[in-house]
């Protein structure tokens, strides 16, 4: 089963607002990161949170975890067409797993 | 730099065959790890490879093989192909091995289609 989990699944937002992901895992984690996905081509690493951070920021992006609640949350500001992808979350596990488990992603769409 | 290659983009088999997809990572990077991509099951850890060594493996089925060259170069294995092993076949090159909050960098993707 998949470890991490986007919601929504799709999103749909016009140019200039804001974006809002969010991504709930089960296990404990080491990092979580947050990718952008282009349609069928490859990954582009965003964003990676530690377990022991709260908040981090690039850009326009803002990226929360809350190890509690076993969740995390990605904002974009004052989006662009050109964010317009799919945005994955990957989490590795406490405890030595290095096997990354993806969620199914949020389709983001920000019409022009 | 360049990025990572992957080559071929795209490749039609037939259910029965076998296919070797094949990754050049970025200059320097020492680990290759390989996923699949389908819609049905997201996107699947493969396995890992970091100074040709395998050191993680997921949940996939010995038909699915690979190895790693001294270049870092990396190869990845179907053999007996089913239907459901059509794919976008990632793989990702990292400094060292993933799991220690490595940034890894994604190839465009290999689109495999069994007929």
């Known amino acids: 089963s998949q470890q991490g989990e986007e919601d929504p699944q799709a999103l749909s937002i016009q140019e200039g607002e804001n974006a809002t992901m969010n991504c709930s895992y089960k296990t404990s984690i080491n990092n979580l990161q947050w990718y952008r996905q282009n349609s069928g081509r490859g990954l582009v690493h965003l964003i990676l949170i530690r377990s022991n951070e709260r908040e981090k920021h690039s850009g326009r992006l803002r990226v929360t975890l809350d190890t509690s609640k076993k969740s995390s949350s990605l904002l974009i500001t004052a989006s662009r067409a050109a964010d317009t992808a799919s945005y994955f979350c990957a989490t590795d596990a406490e405890g030595g797993s290095y096997i990354p488990t993806f969620g199914r992603g949020t389709s983001l769409i920000v019409h022009p | 730099k360049a990025g990572v290659t992957q080559t071929p983009r795209y490749l039609i088999k037939t259910r029965g065959q076998q296919v070797t997809l094949s990754c050049s990572p970025i200059?320097?990077?020492?680990?290759v790890s390989w996923y699949q991509q389908t819609p049905g099951q997201g996107l699947q850890f493969l396995f890992e490879y970091f100074s040709e060594t395998q050191r993680n493996k997921g949940n996939f089925p010995g038909r699915f093989s690979g190895r790693q060259f001294s270049n870092s170069r990396s190869e990845m294995n179907v053999s007996t192909l089913e239907l459901g092993d059509s794919a976008l076949y990632l793989c990702?090159?990292?400094?060292?091995?993933?799991?220690?909050?490595?940034?890894?960098?994604f190839g465009p993707g290999t689109r495999l289609l069994v007929l």
């Open positions: 200059s320097g990077h020492r680990s």
């Open positions: 990702a090159s990292s400094l060292h091995q993933r799991g220690t909050g490595e940034t890894q960098y």
